[in-house]
């Protein structure tokens, strides 16, 4: 069974960069879509950034488009988020999440849509 870890996040200013990692053991990514969710206390998860099986699709949140960007190195079974320009409402815990399905074309950005999800790693950005 798959498990996935998230790492990277932590405490930084506004404006300052941060980059997630989501590594698996137990099971393989790179069949399969991969994902970024978070959720701000007191909210519902949120669809944050997406990337198809082979990389060559990716789509994010309208919050965070042309901030942040999804990659990932399916040599190394790890998925990444690069966070530039944080805000303050950026503050959330980050979940990095598998697809149900394997070698699907496009991304897919609700949370249905994926069934495995790691523990999640706090970002705080302060103002």
């Known amino acids: 069974q798959v498990q996935l870890v998230e790492s990277g996040g932590g405490l930084v200013q506004a404006g300052g960069s941060l980059r997630l990692s989501c590594a698996s053991s137990?099971?393989?990514?790179?069949?399969?879509?991969m994902a970024w969710f978070r959720q701000a206390p007191g909210k519902e998860r949120d669809f944050v950034a997406a990337i198809s099986w082979s990389g060559q699709s990716t789509g994010y949140a309208d919050s965070v488009k042309g901030r942040f960007t999804i990659s990932r190195d399916n040599a190394k079974n790890t998925i990444y988020l690069q966070m530039n320009s944080l805000k303050p409402e950026d503050t959330a815990i980050y979940y990095c999440?598998?697809?149900?399905?394997?070698?699907?074309?496009?991304?897919?950005?609700?949370?249905?849509?994926?069934?495995?999800w790691g523990q999640g790693t706090q970002v705080t950005v302060s103002s």
């Open positions: 137990g099971g393989t990514l790179n069949s399969y879509g």
């Open positions: 999440a598998r697809s149900s399905a394997r070698l699907l074309y496009g991304i897919q950005s609700r949370s249905y849509q994926y069934n495995s």
